[in-house]
């Protein structure tokens, strides 16, 4: 990956710090080893759950999850697991009841280390991510056409867990663990050994557990489930095992990730209407390493190093007077540590910059990645990309200690404590509050408003309001009201104090500035393969946009459907341009049936033939923003562009075959 890979970045308005960046990134490198084990043994696999969520709709990490999901078939995993024993590298290990202790579920783990590990070897090939990441790997299992043959094996499967977990943990003994247990045996086929007891007992069961619900022969199956949850307890979760008979690949951050064919309609039997988005759910520790980090720090014998900040850092005694200089005039220096980041500082500059009695200097500075060690290491110093019109200062060459200007404005406020880069420490504004009279901050992102209540946003806060920038700041630079209120809670939660004084301090500090926050140009972007010709300017343009899921899955109805889609268009032909965009077609044509590949190829030529728009295939992400940007109205299957456009406020069409 890039190093620029790993730097905190907001993404659909959620705010990603470093660390989490790492994590998906070791969990990337998970996936590539168990990737490779699958394309040399030809084991398909299919990502799942979140991680299909995110694969279809995100073209990557769904910004406010943290884990990574696939699943398998039954035998599929029993061969993957023979490979990996050998074959995944040194240190990996597919971790499930059987060879983990206390890992009681039905669901494999395959990680990089199945323990924390701060050795050099391990920091530096996971990007300086110490704690355990992997993958989750769920096991589908055959569910049986006949449904009341299919509840009767559940019934008994929950039987034989219930009973394994009761003996295990002490809760049944004597002459009822004794009965429990030949009714296991009746109900499964299998003797149990009764000299096995505890954590062994309970491994023994629940193989017997897995053999119950393996038992069903494919061609006595039409569908597929997993097992624990979905599989019991009346929870049955059944998906068509044509679903899944073949895989594609689906673009996933900068690599791809294998799906099921009908990938489709395997997120509408999981989530229904899956592209509405949902920041809010609840289903472990997030991020998934903070338990593993609190558990280190509970036996470590030392403090493990991170920033603290009390209510003494929060109230300070007033600041000094202005101080001008002779000509009444003061000075105001921004310090933008990053090219890219400019634009957040720019509108709040035009408006000092405007003043007659503010002298503005920009002075920009560089950043450098961290080592595994948290060493300084390559400089990033993108000076050219600024703007030619903007004059810059040599921060070489800058004494601010000596210049004491009236205010420092800064942008980075970590100082030391990001993960992943830092700023010169001159520069930190630990340095920089005893070299002006008003250090203000104006973070170099804008994210969405939301409350404490926001659980996964309020968590991320940590890493960058939870900071000596914002604490050490007179000002914080802030966009609206709500953020505001929530900077306060999460601030009065970090220094352990909500005092009156404190609320007042806080209020004063955090200034509500909307008039000084970026806000993105909606008028949109044209890409270069979708200008406008002058004489169609009058004209609308749609995007339509279809994948082989929807052939896949609708067979000849997805042609008939294709081509009174066109009659729509041609109808339309004076007021719409159509933008036709394919995904994973051109390659995956022969896992169609013969007469829907072939009624797909007769819909291209169709199309050319109207002559009522472009036709693209596979366009990569990178030209999603410009074609939403461009664009009027999205119609097709649910994607990333879809996504693309939602976020551009235009209207957005799923197509149906009922429509």
């Not at 014998?301 to 200089?325: G, T, V």
């Not at 290491?377 to 004059?391: T, V």
């Not at 500035?513 to 002058?534: A, M, Q």
Request: aromatic letters at 14%; hydrophobic letters at 35%; a negative charge.
């Amino acid at each position: 990956m890039n190093p620029e890979f790993y730097e905190d970045e907001v993404i659909e308005g959620f705010y990603v710090p470093s660390m989490l960046k790492k994590a998906w990134g070791a969990q990337l490198d998970v996936l590539n080893e168990t990737d490779k084990i699958c394309a040399r043994h030809n084991i398909p696999y299919f990502a799942d759950w979140g991680t299909l969520l995110a694969a279809i709709r995100h073209n990557g990490y769904i910004p406010w999850d943290d884990d990574l999901d696939i699943s398998m078939r039954r035998k599929d995993y029993e061969r993957f697991l023979k490979y990996a024993a050998t074959e995944l590298p040194e240190g990996f290990k597919v971790m499930n009841y059987k060879n983990h202790p206390g890992h009681h579920f039905f669901v494999a783990r395959i990680v990089g280390k199945p323990r924390i590990c701060f050795e050099e070897e391990h920091l530096t090939r996971f990007h300086g991510f110490p704690y355990i990441a992997g993958i989750d790997l769920f096991i589908l299992d055959n569910v049986a056409r006949d449904r009341k043959l299919e509840d009767l094996k559940s019934k008994k499967a929950e039987f034989v867990v219930t009973v394994a977990d009761n003996i295990a943990d002490g809760k049944v003994s004597g002459a009822d663990r004794e009965k429990l247990l030949c009714e296991c045996e009746a109900y499964t086929d299998e003797k149990i050994d009764r000299s096995l007891a505890g954590e062994d007992l309970r491994v023994r069961m629940y193989e017997l557990t897995e053999k119950l619900f393996a038992s069903i022969p494919d061609e006595e199956s039409d569908a597929l489930v997993q097992m624990m949850p979905f599989g019991m307890y009346g929870r049955q979760s059944y998906i068509p095992k044509e679903y899944y008979r073949r895989t594609v690949r689906l673009p996933y951050m900068e690599t791809s990730i294998s799906v099921p064919l009908c990938y489709d309609a395997v997120m509408r039997s999981k989530f229904g209407q899956y592209m509405r988005i949902q920041k809010t759910w609840e289903t472990h520790d997030y991020p998934f390493y903070s338990g593993q980090h609190r558990d280190l720090v509970a036996v470590l014998d030392f403090d493990y190093p991170e920033y603290k900040a009390s209510r003494s850092d929060l109230i300070r005694p007033e600041r000094r007077p202005s101080a001008k200089s002779g000509d009444g005039i003061r000075d105001m220096v921004f310090v933008p540590f990053a090219a890219k980041y400019w634009k957040y500082m720019e509108k709040m500059y035009a408006y000092y910059a405007d003043k007659d009695d503010w002298r503005v200097w920009v002075v920009p500075i560089p950043y450098y990645y961290k080592s595994w060690d948290g060493s300084l290491s390559e400089e990033i110093f993108d000076k050219a990309s600024y703007p030619p019109d903007l004059y810059l200062q040599d921060y070489k060459e800058v004494d601010l200690e000596s210049f004491h200007p009236e205010a420092v404005v800064i942008q980075n406020p970590f100082d030391e404590w990001n993960s992943t880069y830092s700023v010169p420490p001159e520069f930190y504004s630990t340095n920089l509050l005893s070299f002006t009279e008003e250090l203000i901050y104006i973070p170099f992102f804008v994210t969405d408003d939301f409350s404490k209540e926001s659980g996964r946003e309020y968590t991320n806060m940590d890493s960058y309001v939870c900071m000596p920038g914002v604490i050490n700041a007179h000002r914080v630079i802030l966009p609206s009201e709500t953020l505001k209120d929530t900077y306060r809670d999460k601030i009065m939660d970090f220094v352990s104090c909500c005092d009156d004084e404190v609320s007042d301090v806080l209020d004063k500090k955090l200034a509500v500035c909307p008039e000084f926050i970026y806000r993105k140009d909606r008028s949109g972007s044209v890409g270069k393969t979708l200008e406008r010709s002058t004489d169609k300017a009058a004209k609308k343009k749609i995007v339509y946009f279809l994948t082989i899921s929807f052939l896949a899955e609708n067979k000849l109805a997805a042609i008939k459907k294709i081509n009174k889609t066109f009659d729509v268009f041609y109808q339309n032909r004076d007021r719409l341009d159509v933008i036709w965009i394919t995904q994973c077609i051109r390659d995956n044509i022969d896992l169609l049936d013969k007469e829907v590949a072939d009624g797909f190829g007769k819909a291209v030529e169709r199309y050319e033939q109207m002559h009522i728009g472009e036709y693209f295939e596979d366009m990569p992400k990178e030209g999603y923003m410009n074609c939403a940007g461009d664009c009027d109205a999205y119609y097709g299957d649910p994607s990333a562009l879809a996504l693309a456009f939602y976020y551009e406020h235009k209207p957005v069409m799923i197509e149906s075959l009922l429509s």
